[in-house]
């Protein structure tokens, strides 16, 4: 092992996604926001600022439509609601994700079909998903884990063989793209999250893009109860909720827009300088994006090698905390499918709906259908990464990790 310079002395508070300290919320959000109030217009449906980011967040991804909402969470159920499925039809996603791009499925009554992710990645591949196709599959949702996407030519046209729709969950993937072409612009649906700790935040706050008309039309209903807006005879059309993102939102979420591609560019740069400093140390897998692809980093993932490290993934995590780094041994502790709401179908009262409505395929959550998904969590330390880091944070993580990896060689000696 090299000399180890500077030696870890001290311990270095790095910026955090969860305040100031990692977020670039400043001036030009306030001005906005101090726009916004001086309007006294605070709903989305009269004022600005909202349409704004909508026009805004289309136009730098190069798609027709795009519709903010209150959350990623409610951006999943308006891309599912927009499909206007049927109770008890199929959705293929993965194990691997936020509860908020599940909870909308159940939600709408339809089954999330849980698919195996490549431990490589962590994400659903075509292969993956064509294990769970049946006859009630009517979409799939991809989810670029970490802000790594997806193989998306093999999934849309295994989707596309099949004539099913694929809704691209792109909440930890802004401007992430595969070749060359933008996570979200790619599916027939887009659902980005503005949750704190994303990209960029307006600490709630979602969007969905489309390209296809009717779709945009039902999402922008979904948002607001449907009520037909501007028509001659507006109506409640069907079933919708309030989904709105407020102007104060609006506001700070087209301040935080313009300084999103510095924010992925600087990610990226800072992840390429740690990948080049932790190469050569051996039995420590970094993250790799397809070469096609653009990783955008919204989480730095390492995966350990058991067989070298055995104990790595806990010993090393533990050892990076006590540096500072709120590094997350496993990201989620159990795949979704091991969570109440699935494992004892917890959803209205005691009815079990939808569950009730499945093939027992679809339930089956045996550890064997999910080799990939258990070695996946098994294996991998996320250490929180954020464009506010500077180059002696990227030194010290990448010292930190060096010595993590070194002292548990030698315990395991
Ligand atoms: C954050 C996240 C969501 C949910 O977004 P919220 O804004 O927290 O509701 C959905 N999917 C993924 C992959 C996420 O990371």
Same mark, same amino acid.
């Given at each position: 092992?090299?000399?180890?310079? !500077?030696?870890?002395?001290?311990?270095?508070?790095?910026?955090?996604?969860?305040?100031?300290?990692?977020?670039?919320?400043?001036?030009?959000?306030?001005?906005?926001?101090?726009?916004?109030?001086?309007?006294? =217009?605070?709903?989305?449906?009269?004022?600005?600022?909202?349409?704004?980011?909508?026009?805004?967040?289309?136009?730098?991804?190069?798609?027709?439509?795009?519709?903010?909402?209150?959350?990623?969470?409610?951006?999943?159920?308006?891309?599912?609601?927009?499909?206007?499925?049927?109770?008890?039809?199929?959705?293929?996603?993965? !194990?691997?994700?936020?509860?908020?791009?599940?909870?909308?499925?159940?939600?709408?009554? +339809?089954?999330?079909?849980?698919?195996?992710?490549?431990? @490589?990645?962590?994400?659903?591949?075509?292969?993956?998903?064509?294990?769970? %196709?049946?006859?009630? $599959?009517?979409?799939?949702?991809? $989810?670029?884990?970490?802000?790594? !996407?997806? /193989?998306?030519?093999?999934?849309?046209?295994?989707? &596309?063989?099949?004539?099913?729709?694929?809704?691209? /969950?792109?909440?930890? #993937?802004?401007?992430?793209?595969?070749?060359?072409?933008?996570?979200?612009?790619?599916?027939?649906?887009?659902?980005?999250?503005?949750?704190?700790?994303?990209?960029?935040? =307006?600490?709630?706050?979602?969007?969905?893009?489309?390209?296809?008309?009717?779709?945009?039309?039902?999402?922008? %209903?979904?948002?607001?109860? *449907?009520?037909?807006?501007?028509?001659?005879? !507006?109506?409640?059309?069907?079933?919708?909720?309030?989904?709105?993102?407020?102007?104060?939102?609006?506001?700070?979420?087209?301040?935080?827009?313009?300084?999103?591609?510095?924010?992925?560019?600087?990610?990226?740069?800072? &992840?390429?300088?740690?990948?080049?400093?932790?190469?050569?140390?051996?039995?420590?897998?970094?993250?790799?994006?397809?070469?096609?692809?653009?990783?955008?980093?919204?989480?730095?993932?390492?995966?350990?090698?058991?067989?070298?490290?055995?104990?790595?993934?806990?010993?090393?995590?533990?050892?990076?905390?006590?540096?500072?780094? *709120?590094?997350?041994?496993?990201?989620?502790?159990?795949?979704?499918?091991?969570?109440?709401?699935?494992?004892?179908?917890?959803?209205?009262?005691?009815?079990?709906?939808?569950?009730?409505?499945? $093939?027992?395929?679809?339930?089956?959550?045996? #550890?064997?259908?999910?080799?990939?998904?258990?070695? #996946?969590?098994?294996?991998?330390?996320? +250490?929180?990464?954020?464009?506010?880091?500077?180059?002696?944070?990227?030194?010290?993580?990448?010292?930190?990790?060096?010595? *993590?990896?070194?002292?548990?060689?030698?315990?395991? @000696?």
């Amino acid at each position: 092992m090299p000399e180890l310079s !500077p030696p870890l002395n001290t311990v270095i508070a790095l910026p955090s996604d969860q305040d100031a300290t990692g977020r670039s919320l400043g001036n030009e959000e306030m001005a906005l926001l101090a726009d916004a109030i001086a309007t006294g =217009t605070l709903t989305s449906t009269k004022g600005a600022f909202v349409r704004t980011l909508q026009e805004r967040f289309s136009s730098l991804l190069g798609v027709e439509h795009a519709y903010a909402c209150a959350s990623g969470t409610a951006a999943v159920h308006c891309a599912i609601a927009a499909l206007d499925l049927e109770p008890g039809d199929e959705v293929i996603t993965t !194990p691997i994700t936020d509860m908020g791009a599940l909870a909308p499925l159940l939600y709408q009554g +339809v089954i999330p079909v849980f698919a195996d992710v490549e431990v @490589a990645s962590c994400n659903l591949t075509a292969r993956t998903i064509e294990q769970r %196709l049946s006859p009630r $599959t009517k979409a799939i949702v991809a $989810t670029h884990l970490f802000g790594n !996407p997806c /193989d998306m030519e093999d999934i849309l046209s295994l989707a &596309a063989s099949r004539g099913i729709p694929v809704i691209e /969950d792109c909440a930890q #993937a802004f401007m992430a793209s595969d070749r060359g072409r933008y996570v979200g612009t790619m599916g027939a649906v887009g659902c980005f999250s503005l949750q704190q700790g994303k990209h960029i935040t =307006t600490g709630e706050g979602g969007i969905v893009t489309t390209a296809d008309a009717k779709l945009a039309r039902r999402m922008e %209903l979904f948002i607001n109860k *449907a009520w037909g807006y501007g028509d001659p005879a !507006p109506d409640h059309y069907f079933l919708a909720l309030n989904y709105r993102m407020s102007e104060l939102q609006g506001a700070v979420g087209v301040a935080q827009l313009e300084k999103l591609e510095a924010a992925v560019a600087r990610r990226i740069s800072l &992840a390429n300088a740690l990948t080049a400093k932790l190469e050569d140390i051996e039995g420590i897998v970094l993250p790799l994006a397809r070469p096609t692809a653009r990783h955008v980093y919204w989480k730095y993932c390492i995966r350990v090698d058991s067989a070298l490290y055995p104990d790595g993934v806990s010993s090393i995590s533990r050892f990076l905390k006590e540096r500072g780094i *709120a590094a997350a041994p496993r990201y989620i502790q159990k795949p979704a499918f091991r969570c109440a709401v699935f494992s004892e179908q917890r959803t209205f009262g005691k009815s079990r709906w939808p569950f009730t409505l499945a $093939t027992p395929e679809a339930l089956d959550y045996s #550890a064997e259908r999910f080799p990939g998904t258990f070695a #996946a969590l098994d294996g991998i330390i996320v +250490v929180p990464w954020n464009d506010r880091y500077s180059d002696e944070h990227v030194d010290y993580i990448a010292t930190a990790i060096r010595e *993590a990896a070194g002292a548990a060689v030698r315990r395991a @000696a």
